[in-house]
């Protein structure tokens, strides 16, 4: 559903590692919309000083330090719910019923958070939109 690209920015072949791996990979006749949603991540940025990627649609991290992984993590979210139709939701259910076991067979459960007062969670999950089309015709409330 998703390449992502990444350069180690310090190697001094960067340049040329990235045409090659961007050869292969046209030469592999990927889908164009696959290599047009390709993600470009630099790494060891944290080597380089006051480092900025002058590619466009880069991301600049350093895996060693954590910078720039939380941005890449959404970035890398967002293409793969583009890319897969599915889109991320909170929905309340109704402990009692077969709402949670539903979405544990149908939808990807991120986050479950059970309010014991009233017998009902709060759940976050990844979901197509025909599953949720599915999920609310049979669960209309």
Do not use: C
């Not at 309340?92 to 059970?114: F, M």
């Not at 014991?116 to 939109?129: L, Q, Y």
């Amino acid at each position: 559903d998703l390449i992502v690209h990444v350069r180690d920015i310090t190697h001094p072949e960067t340049i040329l590692q990235k045409a090659t791996v961007l050869s292969v990979l046209k030469n592999l006749n990927l889908p164009s919309h696959l290599l047009d949603s390709m993600v470009e991540v630099h790494n060891k940025v944290d080597l380089i000083e006051r480092y900025k990627p002058t590619e466009e649609n880069t991301l600049a991290i350093s895996a060693l330090h954590g910078h720039g992984l939380e941005e890449l993590k959404e970035e890398i979210e967002k293409k793969i719910l583009t890319a897969t139709g599915k889109k991320i939701l909170t929905v309340d259910v109704n402990l009692e019923g077969p709402q949670l076991s539903w979405l544990y067979k149908e939808a990807t459960v991120q986050e479950v958070e059970v309010m014991p007062e009233d017998g009902t969670a709060r759940v976050k999950v990844i979901i197509g939109n025909s599953a949720f089309g599915r999920y609310k015709s049979l669960f209309p409330n």
